[in-house]
Protein backbone atom coordinates (compact mmCIF):
# COMPACT_ATOMS: atom_id res chain seq x y z
CA UNK A 1 0.00 0.00 0.00
CA UNK A 2 2.96 2.09 0.75
CA UNK A 3 4.35 1.27 -2.44
CA UNK A 4 1.19 2.74 -4.37
CA UNK A 5 -0.27 5.35 -2.43
CA UNK A 6 2.63 7.02 0.28
CA UNK A 7 5.51 6.29 -1.44
CA UNK A 8 7.93 9.69 -0.45
CA UNK A 9 7.63 12.16 -2.68
CA UNK A 10 4.72 11.26 -4.29
CA UNK A 11 1.74 14.06 -4.41
CA UNK A 12 0.11 11.84 -1.86
CA UNK A 13 2.75 11.23 1.20
CA UNK A 14 1.53 14.49 3.10
CA UNK A 15 -1.43 14.71 1.76
CA UNK A 16 -4.34 16.08 4.00
CA UNK A 17 -6.12 13.51 2.33
CA UNK A 18 -4.50 10.51 4.01
CA UNK A 19 -6.73 11.23 7.07
CA UNK A 20 -9.61 9.80 5.07
CA UNK A 21 -7.90 6.66 3.51
CA UNK A 22 -6.37 6.00 7.45
CA UNK A 23 -9.96 6.36 8.91
CA UNK A 24 -11.59 3.92 6.45
CA UNK A 25 -8.50 1.72 7.33
CA UNK A 26 -9.12 2.14 10.94
CA UNK A 27 -13.01 1.76 10.36
CA UNK A 28 -12.50 -1.28 8.12
CA UNK A 29 -10.61 -3.14 10.91
CA UNK A 30 -12.72 -2.25 13.66
CA UNK A 31 -15.98 -3.65 11.86
CA UNK A 32 -13.96 -6.51 11.04
CA UNK A 33 -13.44 -7.56 14.36
CA UNK A 34 -17.06 -6.52 15.41
CA UNK A 35 -18.12 -8.95 12.80
CA UNK A 36 -16.17 -11.82 14.44
CA UNK A 37 -17.24 -10.78 17.89
CA UNK A 38 -20.32 -11.04 17.04
CA UNK A 39 -20.52 -14.42 14.83
CA UNK A 40 -18.56 -15.55 18.12
CA UNK A 41 -21.65 -14.67 20.39
CA UNK A 42 -23.76 -15.95 17.87
CA UNK A 43 -22.42 -19.21 17.59
CA UNK A 44 -22.22 -19.63 21.22
CA UNK A 45 -25.68 -18.57 22.28
CA UNK A 46 -26.79 -21.44 19.90
CA UNK A 47 -24.36 -23.75 21.40
CA UNK A 48 -26.03 -22.59 25.07
CA UNK A 49 -29.60 -22.33 23.81
CA UNK A 50 -29.44 -26.12 23.18
CA UNK A 51 -30.09 -26.87 26.39
CA UNK A 52 -27.40 -25.69 28.76
CA UNK A 53 -28.81 -22.52 29.30
CA UNK A 54 -32.71 -21.36 27.88
CA UNK A 55 -31.90 -18.85 26.08
CA UNK A 56 -35.07 -16.53 24.55
CA UNK A 57 -34.54 -17.62 20.94
CA UNK A 58 -35.69 -14.02 19.99
CA UNK A 59 -31.91 -13.11 21.13
CA UNK A 60 -30.51 -15.36 18.67
CA UNK A 61 -32.42 -13.53 16.01
CA UNK A 62 -31.52 -10.47 17.48
CA UNK A 63 -28.08 -11.22 17.46
CA UNK A 64 -27.88 -12.70 14.01
CA UNK A 65 -29.74 -9.31 12.75
CA UNK A 66 -26.86 -6.95 14.42
CA UNK A 67 -24.43 -9.65 12.48
CA UNK A 68 -25.90 -8.59 9.01
CA UNK A 69 -26.29 -4.62 9.97
CA UNK A 70 -22.60 -5.04 10.61
CA UNK A 71 -21.92 -6.81 7.21
CA UNK A 72 -24.05 -4.12 5.62
CA UNK A 73 -21.91 -1.11 7.83
CA UNK A 74 -18.97 -2.87 6.45
CA UNK A 75 -19.74 -2.89 2.73
CA UNK A 76 -20.36 0.86 2.86
CA UNK A 77 -17.41 1.83 4.65
CA UNK A 78 -15.11 0.04 1.64
CA UNK A 79 -17.75 1.93 -0.70
CA UNK A 80 -17.17 5.39 1.06
CA UNK A 81 -15.29 7.86 -1.00
CA UNK A 82 -14.65 11.89 -0.79
CA UNK A 83 -17.13 13.48 -3.44
CA UNK A 84 -16.21 17.08 -5.50
CA UNK A 85 -18.57 18.27 -7.81
CA UNK A 86 -18.00 21.31 -9.90
CA UNK A 87 -20.57 23.71 -11.33
CA UNK A 88 -20.46 26.86 -13.34
CA UNK A 89 -21.34 28.37 -16.60
CA UNK A 90 -21.00 26.79 -19.81
CA UNK A 91 -17.11 27.05 -21.23
CA UNK A 92 -15.96 28.53 -17.95
CA UNK A 93 -13.08 25.63 -17.89
CA UNK A 94 -14.99 23.35 -15.11
CA UNK A 95 -13.28 20.36 -17.33
CA UNK A 96 -10.21 21.87 -17.80
CA UNK A 97 -10.02 22.54 -14.03
CA UNK A 98 -10.58 18.72 -13.34
CA UNK A 99 -7.96 17.73 -16.09
CA UNK A 100 -5.54 20.22 -14.30
CA UNK A 101 -6.44 18.31 -10.80
CA UNK A 102 -5.74 14.77 -12.64
CA UNK A 103 -2.42 15.90 -13.81
CA UNK A 104 -3.69 14.82 -17.53
CA UNK A 105 -6.13 15.73 -20.06
CA UNK A 106 -8.54 13.11 -19.34
CA UNK A 107 -11.92 15.14 -19.88
CA UNK A 108 -12.94 16.38 -23.05
CA UNK A 109 -12.90 20.49 -23.22
CA UNK A 110 -12.82 23.10 -25.69
CA UNK A 111 -15.15 25.84 -27.36
CA UNK A 112 -18.58 26.23 -26.92
CA UNK A 113 -21.17 23.53 -24.85
CA UNK A 114 -18.51 20.73 -24.60
CA UNK A 115 -19.50 18.78 -21.36
CA UNK A 116 -23.58 17.52 -22.06
CA UNK A 117 -24.26 15.49 -19.09
CA UNK A 118 -22.75 14.51 -15.68
CA UNK A 119 -19.03 12.92 -15.87
CA UNK A 120 -17.98 11.02 -12.49
CA UNK A 121 -14.21 10.21 -12.67
CA UNK A 122 -13.37 7.49 -10.32
CA UNK A 123 -10.37 5.59 -9.27
CA UNK A 124 -9.83 1.77 -10.79
CA UNK A 125 -6.94 -0.61 -10.22
CA UNK A 126 -7.56 -1.92 -13.70
CA UNK A 127 -4.59 -0.84 -15.71
CA UNK A 128 -6.92 1.41 -18.26
CA UNK A 129 -9.89 3.02 -18.23
CA UNK A 130 -13.08 2.73 -19.15
CA UNK A 131 -16.30 4.18 -19.13
CA UNK A 132 -19.70 2.97 -18.23
CA UNK A 133 -23.63 4.56 -18.99
CA UNK A 134 -25.99 5.07 -15.93
CA UNK A 135 -28.23 2.23 -16.00
CA UNK A 136 -25.70 -0.01 -18.16
CA UNK A 137 -23.09 -2.26 -17.70
CA UNK A 138 -21.13 -2.29 -20.84
CA UNK A 139 -17.72 -1.01 -20.72
CA UNK A 140 -16.18 1.28 -22.91
CA UNK A 141 -12.31 0.98 -23.23
CA UNK A 142 -10.52 4.68 -22.73
CA UNK A 143 -7.25 5.36 -24.00
CA UNK A 144 -7.67 9.05 -24.53
CA UNK A 145 -9.69 12.08 -24.16
CA UNK A 146 -11.24 11.30 -27.74
CA UNK A 147 -11.83 7.51 -27.27
CA UNK A 148 -13.82 9.54 -24.23
CA UNK A 149 -15.50 11.81 -26.80
CA UNK A 150 -16.47 9.14 -28.69
CA UNK A 151 -18.08 7.09 -26.33
CA UNK A 152 -20.21 10.48 -24.86
CA UNK A 153 -21.55 10.91 -28.88
CA UNK A 154 -23.73 8.81 -30.84
CA UNK A 155 -26.91 7.84 -28.30
CA UNK A 156 -28.42 10.86 -26.84
CA UNK A 157 -27.74 11.76 -23.64
CA UNK A 158 -29.65 13.68 -21.47
CA UNK A 159 -27.79 16.50 -19.65
CA UNK A 160 -28.87 14.92 -15.91
CA UNK A 161 -27.50 11.37 -17.14
CA UNK A 162 -24.33 9.95 -15.43
CA UNK A 163 -21.33 8.45 -17.13
CA UNK A 164 -18.99 6.91 -14.99
CA UNK A 165 -15.14 7.35 -16.07
CA UNK A 166 -12.82 4.86 -14.40
CA UNK A 167 -9.25 5.86 -14.82
CA UNK A 168 -6.07 4.20 -13.03
CA UNK A 169 -5.69 4.83 -9.76
CA UNK A 170 -1.79 4.77 -11.04
CA UNK A 171 -1.52 7.84 -12.90
CA UNK A 172 -3.43 10.16 -10.57
CA UNK A 173 -3.08 10.38 -6.61
CA UNK A 174 -6.70 12.01 -6.03
CA UNK A 175 -8.12 9.15 -7.21
CA UNK A 176 -5.70 6.28 -5.19
CA UNK A 177 -6.94 8.42 -2.20
CA UNK A 178 -10.89 7.61 -3.13
CA UNK A 179 -11.40 10.77 -4.21
CA UNK A 180 -14.60 11.04 -6.92
CA UNK A 181 -14.55 14.06 -9.18
CA UNK A 182 -17.93 15.19 -11.17
CA UNK A 183 -18.10 17.53 -14.11
CA UNK A 184 -21.42 18.72 -14.54
CA UNK A 185 -22.64 20.82 -18.57
CA UNK A 186 -23.14 24.10 -17.89
CA UNK A 187 -25.53 25.42 -14.89
CA UNK A 188 -27.13 27.90 -17.81
CA UNK A 189 -27.83 25.15 -20.24
CA UNK A 190 -31.15 23.98 -18.53
CA UNK A 191 -33.60 26.13 -15.54
CA UNK A 192 -33.95 22.83 -13.75
CA UNK A 193 -31.40 21.94 -11.72
CA UNK A 194 -33.28 21.07 -8.66
CA UNK A 195 -33.08 17.44 -10.01
CA UNK A 196 -29.17 17.84 -10.71
CA UNK A 197 -29.38 18.65 -6.61
CA UNK A 198 -31.27 15.59 -5.71
CA UNK A 199 -29.55 13.27 -7.80
CA UNK A 200 -25.48 14.01 -7.76
CA UNK A 201 -25.47 16.47 -4.47
CA UNK A 202 -26.54 15.46 -1.81
CA UNK A 203 -23.51 13.24 -1.18
CA UNK A 204 -21.04 15.81 -2.20
CA UNK A 205 -18.75 16.87 0.43
CA UNK A 206 -17.27 20.16 -1.70
CA UNK A 207 -18.44 22.21 -4.49
CA UNK A 208 -16.02 24.03 -6.41
CA UNK A 209 -17.61 26.91 -8.61
CA UNK A 210 -15.86 27.12 -11.54
CA UNK A 211 -16.79 30.99 -12.34
CA UNK A 212 -15.18 32.97 -15.54
CA UNK A 213 -12.36 35.60 -13.87
CA UNK A 214 -13.47 38.22 -17.22
CA UNK A 215 -17.16 38.31 -16.12
CA UNK A 216 -18.95 38.57 -12.68
CA UNK A 217 -20.28 35.97 -10.97
CA UNK A 218 -23.85 35.35 -12.45
CA UNK A 219 -27.16 35.03 -11.28
CA UNK A 220 -27.67 32.01 -12.28
CA UNK A 221 -24.71 30.75 -10.82
CA UNK A 222 -25.42 32.25 -7.53
CA UNK A 223 -29.23 30.85 -7.11
CA UNK A 224 -27.54 27.43 -8.13
CA UNK A 225 -26.18 27.47 -4.76
CA UNK A 226 -29.04 29.32 -2.72
CA UNK A 227 -30.83 25.78 -4.03
CA UNK A 228 -28.01 23.54 -2.59
CA UNK A 229 -27.59 25.22 0.70
CA UNK A 230 -31.24 25.19 1.37
CA UNK A 231 -31.13 21.16 1.18
CA UNK A 232 -27.64 20.92 2.42
CA UNK A 233 -26.50 22.71 5.81
CA UNK A 234 -23.43 24.65 5.32
CA UNK A 235 -22.06 23.19 1.87
CA UNK A 236 -18.34 23.68 1.44
CA UNK A 237 -17.68 26.02 -1.61
CA UNK A 238 -14.59 27.06 -3.62
CA UNK A 239 -14.85 29.91 -5.74
CA UNK A 240 -12.06 29.71 -8.79
CA UNK A 241 -11.94 32.67 -10.81
CA UNK A 242 -10.74 30.97 -13.97
CA UNK A 243 -9.00 32.59 -16.78
CA UNK A 244 -7.26 34.86 -15.04
CA UNK A 245 -4.54 34.39 -17.73
CA UNK A 246 -6.65 37.04 -19.77
CA UNK A 247 -6.21 39.69 -17.25
CA UNK A 248 -2.62 40.16 -18.47
CA UNK A 249 -4.19 41.89 -21.45
CA UNK A 250 -5.07 44.95 -19.41
CA UNK A 251 -2.49 44.53 -16.20
CA UNK A 252 -3.44 48.21 -15.30
CA UNK A 253 -7.03 47.43 -14.51
CA UNK A 254 -6.05 44.35 -12.99
CA UNK A 255 -5.81 44.87 -9.21
CA UNK A 256 -9.05 46.60 -9.04
CA UNK A 257 -10.58 43.87 -10.79
CA UNK A 258 -9.16 41.54 -8.97
CA UNK A 259 -10.80 43.15 -5.61
CA UNK A 260 -13.97 43.70 -7.30
CA UNK A 261 -14.39 39.79 -7.88
CA UNK A 262 -12.95 39.24 -4.30
CA UNK A 263 -15.75 41.40 -2.45
CA UNK A 264 -18.67 40.56 -4.75
CA UNK A 265 -17.70 36.28 -4.04
CA UNK A 266 -16.72 36.99 -0.62
CA UNK A 267 -20.63 38.97 -0.07
CA UNK A 268 -21.96 35.73 -1.79
CA UNK A 269 -19.96 33.24 0.48
CA UNK A 270 -20.03 34.94 3.99
CA UNK A 271 -23.33 36.86 3.45
CA UNK A 272 -25.69 35.09 1.42
CA UNK A 273 -25.10 32.04 1.80
CA UNK A 274 -24.03 32.60 5.63
CA UNK A 275 -22.21 29.12 5.83
CA UNK A 276 -18.90 30.82 6.78
CA UNK A 277 -17.08 33.93 8.34
CA UNK A 278 -15.45 36.37 5.99
CA UNK A 279 -12.09 34.78 6.78
CA UNK A 280 -13.01 31.66 6.04
CA UNK A 281 -14.47 32.69 2.98
CA UNK A 282 -10.85 34.34 2.03
CA UNK A 283 -9.36 30.47 1.84
CA UNK A 284 -12.62 29.61 -0.62
CA UNK A 285 -11.34 32.57 -3.29
CA UNK A 286 -8.44 31.71 -5.41
CA UNK A 287 -7.28 33.60 -8.89
CA UNK A 288 -6.30 30.78 -11.45
CA UNK A 289 -5.91 29.54 -15.19
CA UNK A 290 -6.68 26.20 -15.20
CA UNK A 291 -5.36 25.84 -18.94
CA UNK A 292 -1.97 27.31 -17.32
CA UNK A 293 -1.95 25.22 -14.79
CA UNK A 294 -3.28 21.74 -16.93
CA UNK A 295 0.08 22.57 -19.23
CA UNK A 296 2.60 23.01 -16.64
CA UNK A 297 1.57 19.87 -14.82
CA UNK A 298 1.57 17.90 -17.69
CA UNK A 299 5.00 18.81 -18.67
CA UNK A 300 6.17 18.11 -15.08
CA UNK A 301 4.54 14.95 -15.13
CA UNK A 302 6.65 14.19 -18.56
CA UNK A 303 9.61 15.58 -16.93
CA UNK A 304 10.04 18.50 -19.33
CA UNK A 305 10.87 21.79 -18.04
CA UNK A 306 8.39 24.56 -17.92
CA UNK A 307 9.53 28.15 -18.73
CA UNK A 308 7.24 30.31 -17.32
CA UNK A 309 8.04 33.47 -20.25
CA UNK A 310 5.83 30.87 -22.33
CA UNK A 311 2.97 32.32 -20.91
CA UNK A 312 1.30 35.86 -19.59
CA UNK A 313 2.14 37.76 -16.65
CA UNK A 314 1.68 36.96 -13.75
CA UNK A 315 1.54 33.55 -14.47
CA UNK A 316 3.43 32.04 -10.79
CA UNK A 317 1.38 33.74 -8.90
CA UNK A 318 -2.14 32.36 -10.61
CA UNK A 319 -0.13 28.82 -10.26
CA UNK A 320 0.99 29.64 -6.96
CA UNK A 321 -2.93 30.55 -6.19
CA UNK A 322 -3.98 27.01 -7.78
CA UNK A 323 -1.69 24.91 -5.49
CA UNK A 324 -2.76 27.11 -2.59
CA UNK A 325 -6.14 26.16 -3.99
CA UNK A 326 -6.05 22.53 -4.44
CA UNK A 327 -4.03 22.15 -0.45
CA UNK A 328 -6.83 24.01 1.00
CA UNK A 329 -9.45 21.91 -0.80
CA UNK A 330 -8.09 18.17 -0.09
CA UNK A 331 -7.97 19.92 3.87
CA UNK A 332 -11.73 20.52 3.62
CA UNK A 333 -12.79 17.55 1.82
CA UNK A 334 -11.00 15.38 4.03
CA UNK A 335 -12.18 16.73 7.02
CA UNK A 336 -16.00 17.01 5.56
CA UNK A 337 -16.14 13.51 4.39
CA UNK A 338 -14.54 11.89 6.87
CA UNK A 339 -16.71 13.88 9.31
CA UNK A 340 -20.30 13.17 7.71
CA UNK A 341 -19.51 10.04 6.12
CA UNK A 342 -17.62 8.06 9.20
CA UNK A 343 -19.62 9.39 11.95
CA UNK A 344 -22.92 8.27 10.93
CA UNK A 345 -20.85 4.77 10.80
CA UNK A 346 -19.11 5.14 14.84
CA UNK A 347 -22.56 5.98 16.00
CA UNK A 348 -24.20 3.09 14.20
CA UNK A 349 -21.17 0.76 15.23
CA UNK A 350 -21.41 2.38 19.19
CA UNK A 351 -25.01 1.52 18.87
CA UNK A 352 -24.29 -1.69 17.93
CA UNK A 353 -22.16 -2.76 20.32
CA UNK A 354 -24.28 -1.33 23.02
CA UNK A 355 -26.90 -3.34 22.37
CA UNK A 356 -24.88 -6.44 22.01
CA UNK A 357 -23.72 -5.88 25.62
CA UNK A 358 -26.65 -5.83 27.39
CA UNK A 359 -27.84 -8.42 25.63
CA UNK A 360 -25.40 -11.04 26.62
CA UNK A 361 -25.88 -9.15 30.06
CA UNK A 362 -29.00 -10.82 29.90
CA UNK A 363 -27.53 -14.00 29.15
CA UNK A 364 -24.79 -13.85 31.82
CA UNK A 365 -27.52 -12.45 34.50
CA UNK A 366 -29.81 -15.65 33.44
CA UNK A 367 -26.72 -17.88 33.86
CA UNK A 368 -25.91 -16.61 37.13
CA UNK A 369 -29.07 -17.20 38.27
CA UNK A 370 -29.31 -20.38 37.50
CA UNK A 371 -25.89 -21.51 38.82
CA UNK A 372 -27.33 -19.51 41.78
CA UNK A 373 -30.41 -22.01 42.35
CA UNK A 374 -28.51 -24.96 40.78
CA UNK A 375 -26.07 -24.30 44.07
CA UNK A 376 -28.55 -23.80 46.50
CA UNK A 377 -30.02 -26.97 45.36
CA UNK A 378 -26.55 -28.66 45.97
CA UNK A 379 -26.39 -27.08 49.06
CA UNK A 380 -29.74 -28.72 50.02
CA UNK A 381 -28.86 -31.80 48.95
CA UNK A 382 -25.25 -31.95 50.53
CA UNK A 383 -27.30 -30.97 54.06
CA UNK A 384 -29.56 -33.92 53.38
CA UNK A 385 -26.55 -36.55 52.75
CA UNK A 386 -24.83 -35.12 56.06
CA UNK A 387 -28.04 -34.97 57.99
CA UNK A 388 -28.45 -39.06 56.50
CA UNK A 389 -24.58 -39.97 57.25
CA UNK A 390 -25.07 -39.00 60.45
CA UNK A 391 -28.07 -40.71 61.22
CA UNK A 392 -26.48 -43.63 59.82
CA UNK A 393 -23.45 -43.19 61.82
CA UNK A 394 -25.65 -42.68 65.23
CA UNK A 395 -27.83 -46.09 63.81
CA UNK A 396 -24.60 -47.67 63.06
CA UNK A 397 -23.17 -47.12 66.73
CA UNK A 398 -26.18 -47.96 68.28
CA UNK A 399 -26.55 -51.39 66.01
CA UNK A 400 -22.76 -51.82 66.92
CA UNK A 401 -23.34 -51.45 70.78
CA UNK A 402 -26.24 -53.76 70.28
CA UNK A 403 -23.96 -56.17 68.31
CA UNK A 404 -21.45 -55.60 71.17
CA UNK A 405 -24.14 -56.51 73.53
CA UNK A 406 -25.66 -59.29 72.38
CA UNK A 407 -21.78 -60.77 71.71
CA UNK A 408 -20.97 -59.97 75.31
CA UNK A 409 -24.43 -61.31 76.32
CA UNK A 410 -23.57 -64.82 74.34
CA UNK A 411 -20.21 -64.93 74.82
CA UNK A 412 -21.19 -64.83 79.08
CA UNK A 413 -24.16 -67.25 78.19
CA UNK A 414 -21.45 -69.73 76.36
CA UNK A 415 -18.78 -69.45 79.43
CA UNK A 416 -21.75 -70.31 81.68
CA UNK A 417 -22.67 -73.20 79.96
CA UNK A 418 -19.12 -74.35 79.86
CA UNK A 419 -18.96 -73.92 83.65
CA UNK A 420 -22.13 -75.37 84.48
P1 LIG B 1 -18.77 23.02 -20.86
O1 LIG B 1 -18.39 21.62 -20.69
O2 LIG B 1 -19.17 23.34 -22.23
O3 LIG B 1 -19.80 23.45 -19.87
O4 LIG B 1 -17.46 23.92 -20.57
P2 LIG B 1 -16.37 23.80 -19.43
O5 LIG B 1 -16.75 24.69 -18.33
O6 LIG B 1 -16.10 22.41 -19.13
O7 LIG B 1 -15.11 24.48 -20.13
P3 LIG B 1 -13.86 23.77 -20.80
O8 LIG B 1 -12.99 23.19 -19.76
O9 LIG B 1 -14.32 22.90 -21.88
O10 LIG B 1 -13.11 25.03 -21.38
C1 LIG B 1 -13.64 25.80 -22.40
C2 LIG B 1 -12.52 26.47 -23.20
O11 LIG B 1 -11.84 27.37 -22.37
C3 LIG B 1 -11.46 25.48 -23.69
O12 LIG B 1 -11.08 25.83 -24.95
C4 LIG B 1 -10.34 25.66 -22.71
O13 LIG B 1 -9.08 25.36 -23.27
C5 LIG B 1 -10.45 27.12 -22.36
N1 LIG B 1 -9.94 27.42 -21.01
C6 LIG B 1 -10.20 26.73 -19.87
N2 LIG B 1 -9.57 27.30 -18.83
C7 LIG B 1 -8.92 28.39 -19.32
C8 LIG B 1 -8.08 29.38 -18.72
O14 LIG B 1 -7.82 29.40 -17.53
N3 LIG B 1 -7.59 30.33 -19.54
C9 LIG B 1 -7.86 30.35 -20.87
N4 LIG B 1 -7.33 31.31 -21.58
N5 LIG B 1 -8.63 29.44 -21.46
C10 LIG B 1 -9.17 28.47 -20.70
MG1 LIG C 1 -16.96 20.70 -19.69
Not at 82 to 109: C, E, Q
Not at 137 to 163: D, F, M, N, P, W
Not at 281 to 295: C, I, M, N, P, T
Not at 387 to 400: A, D, F, G, P, V
Request: hydrophobic share 35%; charged share 30%; glycine share 6%.
Amino acid sequence: EEHIAGAKGSPGAGSPLRIFSQAKKKINEIFAELDSQVKESTSFLQRISSGIIPVDLNLVEDVQKRHGKIRGISEMVKRDHMKVVFFGRTSNGKSTVINAMLRDRILPSGIGHTTNCFIQVEGTDDVEGYAMKEGSTERYGIKSVTSLSHALSGEHLSEESLVRLAWPKSKCFLLREDVVLVDSPGIDVTPDTDTWIDKYCLDADVFVLVANAESTLMQAEKNFFHKVASKLSKPNVFILNNRWDASANEPEYMEEVRQQHLARNLEFLNKELAGISREQALERVYFVSAKEVLLTYQKREKGEPVNPGMFPEGYLMRMQDFETFERKFQETLSESAVRTKFEHHTTQGKEIVKGMRSLLETVFDTASTLRNTQGDEKRRQESVLQMKSTHYQSLKNEYKEKVDGLCRKAAEEIVRGFKE
